[in-house]
C-alpha cells in the first residue's frame, strides 16, 4: 500500500542539475579538463568530493593532488554553484511539482527529500518548500553516497513507513540504483535509454501525475 512519495531534489524538484553541470564545466575548464554533458551524467547524484575525483579522471594527463588541494578544487566548485543558486526563486520549481506534492499529500501520503547535496536546505528554502516534505535526510549523517539505499531507507524510517510502500523519484542512474536496492519503486525523470533499472521513466515532471501513478503502483 502506497504510503510515501521519497524525492530527490536536484533536477528532480529544480533544475539545480543544470547548476551543478554548470560549476563542474567551469572547474573543468579552468583545470584543461574535457567536460562533456554526457559525462556529466555520471556525475549526478555523486558526491561533490567523488563528483571531482570523476571530473579529475578525465584529465588527458592525470595529475596527483594533495588531499588539501583537492579540497580546494572542491571549494571552488562549491562557491561557483552558491553563487548559481542564489538567484533561485519559488518560480524555479519544475513544472508539475507543486500540484503533485500536494496532491500525495491532500491523500494523506508522506514526503520526504533524499538529496545527496551540502546545499539541499538553502535550495529548498529559496524554493519557498521546506514545510512540503515531512522529512529532509541530513546527508552528513550518512555513510554512504548514492548508488548505496542507504538515503532513501533512512527517509523511509524517518517517514515510518516501510520501503516497500514507498516510490522514489530520481533524475540520476546513480539515485535509480538506491532507490531499487532500498526495494522501492523507482520513478526517473529524463531520457528512457539513461535509466535501464527504473520503474517508470518519464521524460519531463510535467508528467507526473499522483492518480495515474498510485494506480500503477498498486498494480504492480
Ligand atoms: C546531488 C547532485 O544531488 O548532490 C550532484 O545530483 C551533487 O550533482 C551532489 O554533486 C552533492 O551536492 P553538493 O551541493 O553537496 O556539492
Ligand atoms: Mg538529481
Given at each position: 500500500?502506497?504510503?510515501?512519495?521519497?524525492?530527490?531534489?536536484?533536477?528532480?524538484?529544480?533544475?539545480?542539475?543544470?547548476?551543478?553541470?554548470?560549476?563542474?564545466?567551469?572547474?573543468?575548464?579552468?583545470l584543461g579538463i574535457p567536460f562533456t554533458r554526457e559525462f556529466n551524467e555520471n556525475l549526478k547524484g555523486v558526491s561533490r568530493m567523488d563528483s571531482l575525483k570523476l571530473l579529475l579522471s578525465q584529465a588527458e594527463k592525470p595529475v596527483n593532488y594533495s588531499d588539501e588541494e583537492l579540497v580546494q578544487l572542491a571549494d571552488r566548485k562549491n562557491?561557483?554553484?552558491?553563487?548559481?543558486?542564489?538567484?533561485?526563486?519559488?518560480?524555479?520549481?519544475?513544472?508539475?511539482?507543486?500540484?503533485?506534492?500536494?496532491?500525495?499529500?491532500?491523500?494523506?501520503?508522506?514526503?520526504?527529500?533524499?538529496?545527496?547535496?551540502?546545499?539541499?536546505?538553502?535550495?529548498?528554502?529559496?524554493?519557498?518548500?521546506?514545510?512540503?516534505?515531512?522529512?529532509?535526510?541530513?546527508?552528513?549523517?550518512?555513510?554512504?553516497?548514492?548508488?548505496?539505499?542507504?538515503?532513501?531507507?533512512?527517509?523511509?524510517?524517518?517517514?515510518?513507513?516501510?520501503?516497500?510502500?514507498?516510490?522514489?523519484?530520481?533524475?540520476?542512474?546513480?539515485?535509480?540504483?538506491?532507490?531499487?536496492?532500498?526495494?522501492?519503486?523507482?520513478?526517473?525523470?529524463?531520457?528512457?535509454?539513461?535509466?535501464?533499472?527504473?520503474?517508470?521513466?518519464?521524460?519531463?515532471?510535467?508528467?507526473?501525475?499522483?492518480?495515474?501513478?498510485?494506480?500503477?503502483?498498486?498494480?504492480?
Open positions: 500500500k502506497l504510503k510515501a512519495v521519497i524525492f530527490d531534489l536536484d533536477g528532480v524538484i529544480t533544475d539545480t542539475a543544470e547548476y551543478h553541470y554548470q560549476a563542474w564545466k567551469a572547474t573543468a575548464t579552468e562557491k561557483l554553484y552558491v553563487e548559481l543558486i542564489e538567484t533561485i526563486t519559488p518560480a524555479d520549481l519544475l513544472p508539475g511539482i507543486t500540484e503533485f506534492v500536494a496532491d500525495i499529500r491532500s491523500t494523506g501520503l508522506k514526503t520526504g527529500i533524499a538529496s545527496a547535496s551540502k546545499n539541499a536546505i538553502a535550495v529548498l528554502t529559496r524554493l519557498g518548500v521546506m514545510d512540503h516534505f515531512d522529512v529532509i535526510v541530513d546527508v552528513n549523517k550518512l555513510k554512504n553516497s548514492k548508488p548505496d539505499p542507504e538515503i532513501f531507507l533512512t527517509a523511509a524510517a524517518q517517514l515510518g513507513v516501510e520501503p516497500a510502500d514507498c516510490i522514489g523519484v530520481e533524475d540520476a542512474a546513480s539515485g535509480v540504483d538506491a532507490i531499487k536496492g532500498a526495494g522501492m519503486f523507482a520513478v526517473a525523470i529524463g531520457n528512457a535509454a539513461h535509466f535501464p533499472h527504473a520503474d517508470i521513466v518519464l521524460s519531463s515532471t510535467a508528467e507526473l501525475n499522483f492518480r495515474e501513478l498510485a494506480q500503477t503502483f498498486e498494480g504492480k
